[in-house]
T-cell receptor, first 115, second 111 residues
Framework: GAGVSQSPSNKVTEKGKDVELRCDPI?????LYWYRQSLGQGLEFLIY????????KSGLPSDRFSAERTGGSVSTLTIQRTQQEDSAVYLC?????????????FGEGSRLTVL | EDKVVQSPLSLVVHEGDTVTLNCSYE??????LLWYKQEKKAPTFLFML????IEKKSGRLSSILDKKELFSILNITATQTGDSAIYLC???????????FGKGTRLHILP
């Protein structure tokens, strides 16, 4: 696609429910990143993919968080048993050629609110 | 552990003023430093810096990197209300493809 697409743009859920956030990167971009941004804060690194593999999962806040990427394209970030502290904007970004320029192209984000 | 520290965290100035935003970093096997502007949702790319002492410039914005002292500055001259945003600094490492961001500087320009 023309840009990075994320869905849903907004999600309100009840505490304890599972949520899935989707990211469709720019076509041909091999690197895909997930970040979390709480209100007024910077970007907290969660996980990145090179192709379908995730070399570094150390940024995931807990074992309730998981992510996968299939076909070197779409990625899904899953949060199980959501907690109120999971409320944030989840940003996805993609980059070409192993991110060798470092320039990331961001989606508009998925705003998650856990009640 | 790689880290990026930005200062100030918040800045309020009047239209027409010049501002300097700071970014210091610690990273293993440095590859590049990046600046982004975030107005509402998606951060947008401003600059990528890889070499010391070479200024990157785009209109009223400019940035320079000091790899010896491990910092970068972003200058905005003749600020306008449209410059109000969060400015994010990030570093990329050659060790892996992880890109780490600082907490950002929230800049507010008063008319």
């Amino acid at each position: 696609g023309a840009g990075v697409s994320q869905s849903p743009s907004n999600k309100v859920t009840e505490k304890g429910k599972d949520v899935e956030l989707r990211c469709d990167p720019i076509s041909g971009h091999t690197a895909l990143y997930w970040y979390r941004q709480s209100l007024g804060q910077g970007l907290e690194f969660l996980i990145y993919f090179q192709g379908n593999s995730a070399p570094d999962k150390s940024g995931l806040p807990s074992d309730r968080f998981s992510a996968e990427r299939t076909g070197g394209s779409v990625s899904t970030l899953t949060i199980q048993r959501t907690q109120q502290e999971d409320s944030a904007v989840y940003l996805c970004a993609s980059s070409s050629l192993r991110g060798n320029t470092g320039e990331l192209f961001f989606g508009e984000g998925s705003r998650l609110t856990v009640l | 552990e790689d880290k990026v520290v930005q200062s100030p965290l918040s800045l309020v100035v009047h239209e027409g003023d010049t501002v300097t935003l700071n970014c210091s970093y610690e990273v293993t096997n440095f590859r590049s430093l990046l600046w982004y502007k975030q107005e509402k949702k998606a951060p947008t790319f401003l600059f990528m810096l890889t070499s010391s002492g070479i200024e990157k410039k785009s209109g009223r914005l400019s940035s320079i990197l000091d790899k010896k002292e491990l910092f970068s500055i972003l200058n905005i001259t003749a600020t306008q209300t449209g410059d109000s945003a969060i400015y994010l600094c990030a570093v990329a490492s050659n060790r892996d493809d992880k890109i780490i961001f600082g907490k950002g500087t929230r800049l507010h320009i008063l008319p």
